[in-house]
């Protein structure tokens, strides 16, 4: 069966739901991912995106990952072009237009209005992958560890998403 | 994003108007994949900020901020909006084609080995206790992003309330994220309506 239409119609979709950053469409990537097109699993969609967080670049590489799970080489590349050619062309053409938008009053409105919305899709994202990401007293852990290891010192995050496998491995290994 | 290892560009006067008259769109694409190999941990602006201001003095740090205003408000990832305008602006739509397949090219062919290795031992026990892990860390990550975040693009209290209603219009009452974003969004951007003598206004930039 052919998927690389749907693929197309879904990361163009999310693309365009990116504001404030890739998770802010978690939500929907889930629900069509995983409900919808049952490409993969909810558990499998957090692990991805979790190892996602590792990599260098744009933090929604995993994309790429579906892509190629669903429909090989091609399906990869089709979900790169999917995902970040609407906003990317949608960034060159207001780019040329925004000096020009310089004195236009509601260009103020709109950045203060988008920035607490897309703080808001941040933190929703971060909620719907910490449903199936939380689900004991350990997990909870090492999550709020994190946290305030981030709030409290400057270190490379992808050093503690690392410890975080290091310990998971002793942690949650079935004897 | 994190302000770790932002740099103040050096103030070498003489070379800075000519760089962004020289770069070539190879040495666009070569920059940008150093970035996009180099970013590890999220914090891409900073990177970002640290090739394209100090490094190759391709942009000054008014024109960056202006930059990054922009990115932040449109759809898209910030290290992919930022590559689209620093890229046109240098070298019109080919340097922008560049520098945003520069920026993705090395994240991506990770993360295409990094699934086809998943799929075939992802569901070994060691994998999937080590996965557990990662996933949970990584959820006190994007906390601790949301909240750095917060600090810093935020100064009113009311504020909390459209992040409030997107978060509850999201995981309460399971709405779609673009009916949120439209809604609150519409709702938000109403409240700062521009006005004469903008008080409110100031004190947020």
């Not at chain 2, 009311?158 to 673009?178: C, E, K, M, Y």
Request: some cysteine; charged content about 10%; glycine content about 10%.
């Amino acid at each position: 069966m052919n998927q690389v239409p749907a693929l197309i119609r879904v990361f163009a979709y999310l693309s365009l739901l990116t504001v404030g950053g890739g998770m802010a469409a978690f939500p929907e990537l889930k629900v069509l991912t995983v409900e919808v097109h049952h490409w993969l699993t909810f558990p499998q969609l957090i692990h991805l995106y979790s190892v996602g967080q590792m990599a260098p670049g744009p933090n929604m590489m995993m994309i790429v990952s579906i892509g190629e799970w669903v429909a090989g080489p091609l399906g990869a590349i089709v979900v790169l072009i999917a995902f970040f050619g609407p906003t990317a062309l949608l960034a060159f053409l207001i780019g040329r237009l925004w000096k020009k938008l310089e004195h236009w009053p509601w260009r103020t409105s709109i950045q203060k209005g988008l920035a607490p919305v897309s703080i808001g899709l941040l933190l929703a994202g971060c909620f719907t992958m910490a449903k199936g990401a939380i689900t004991g007293l350990e997990t909870a852990t090492i999550a709020v560890a994190t946290l305030l290891i981030l709030l409290q010192y400057k270190i490379n995050p992808a050093l503690l998403v690392a410890a975080g496998a290091v310990i998971g491995a002793f942690t949650f290994v079935p004897k | 994003m994190s302000d770790a290892g932002i740099k103040p560009a050096p103030q070498t006067a003489s070379t800075a108007p000519a760089a962004a008259g020289t770069a070539s769109v190879l040495d666009i694409f070569i920059e940008f994949l150093i970035i996009g190999a180099t970013s590890f941990g999220g914090g891409v602006v900073a990177y970002l900020r640290n090739g394209l201001v100090a490094k190759r003095e391709w942009v000054d740090d008014k024109e960056f901020v202006e930059m990054l205003s922009i990115s932040q408000t449109l759809p898209g990832l910030n290290a992919t909006n930022m590559a689209i305008l620093v890229g046109d602006k240098l070298r019109g739509a080919l340097g922008s084609i560049a520098a945003i397949v520069g920026v993705c090219l090395p994240g991506a062919v990770l993360m295409y080995i990094a699934g086809m290795l998943y799929h075939e031992h992802g569901d070994r026990p060691l994998v999937t206790a080590a996965l557990k892990g990662v996933a949970a860390a990584a959820v006190g990550l994007i906390l601790a992003t949301a909240m750095q975040l917060g600090k810093k693009s935020l100064s009113h209290n009311h504020d909390l309330i459209f992040i409030a209603l997107t978060v509850i219009g999201v995981n309460r009452l399971h709405q779609s994220v673009p009916r949120v974003l439209i809604a609150v969004g519409i709702l938000a951007i109403l409240w700062y309506y521009p006005r004469k003598s903008d008080k409110r206004g100031e004190a947020t930039q």
